[in-house]
């Protein structure tokens, strides 16, 4: 694209901001290497359309140029929570793990995305080639081990838990004011929240929720949804500064997507 | 009183509107909005969700939150429980001073009585 076009898009974006034309911009952008201005365009494109799965692969792409691997799988993550489908995003996310030097993650990535895209034939290569670089091979009648679930949130005992979008428990436990088990409970009522913030942050033009934090009481809360269709809820004596938990929650948060990647 | 209260909520860099709220059926009492927030569907939403997360809190055995912060890519929602069952709300966005606004979400909240 040339210079003409990228002052083209930028004056149709100047006269309606609500224009889709931050998209071709902000892509010419990335491509000749202003990755500055090219990341102002898709930040201020995703925040108008905090629900369009492409921004969010673009702004992924520009962050994965600037070098910025974990706000780039931020990003690719949110694509795949608002489309799980999106096949540049497994893309993506196979390559900063490739990258990251975890070919295991990269090879699950890529062999999602050649079952969206079997006719595929780079992908298919790109395949291929980490599945060398694992080492791995296809022998038959082999059945991978199942995932320990109690691996998921090892480091939390009796303080997160783990439901799926139905409020059915997937790992964890945590227990009520009297120290009684309060797991069925809490996920029960963790499953009309995810639904109820979904519908909020949507409504309210919030973009997709990251996390919800409640104060008060003995303990505080931390939520969080390591997956599009899951749900964490990571709890803290008050005592405990509210940055901490939320540190702690994040670090739980990346545990239990990384447990429900291996399940699938 | 309180409605000044809110004014200067509204002056901390970031802050979309800010409204008092009936909690049993979400309608706005009284608010200080920016252009293009829509006052009754920030009420309606905040206090659903304030709702659901006190079921939340009763399935833990807990007593009601004093703040909810629900934050999304592009902005947050806050939610202070008042006395005489009001809710005080706070849109804002992603960069907004988290922990300014909760001070005085709560100060409004005190005196939400």
Known sequence: M?????????????????????????????????????LTVAEQGAARYPEMAGAYDLLARIRSDRGEGDLAFDAWTTVLRLDPGHIGAHKGLAFLCYRAGDHSRSLRYLERAVELAPEDAVLRSALDRVRGATGARLVPGFTEPAPDPSRALEPEPGQALLVDRDGRVLAGGVSDANGADAGDAVAAALAGVTREAERAARLLGLGPWRRIALEGGPAHLELRAPTGDSVLLVMRPREIPAGRLALLAERAASSARRWLEELV | MLVAVLAALTRIPGVRGVLIVSRDDGLVVADTLMEGVDGSAVAALAASLAGRMRSVTIALGQPEPVMMHLAGTSGSLFAAPGQSGLLIVAVAAPDVNAGELRLGLLDAAGRAA
């Open chain 1, 2 to 38: 040339i210079a003409d076009d990228i002052q083209a898009l930028t004056t149709q974006l100047a006269r309606d901001p609500s224009s889709l034309a931050f998209l071709p911009l902000a892509e010419a952008l990335r491509r000749r290497a202003q990755l500055e201005s090219a």
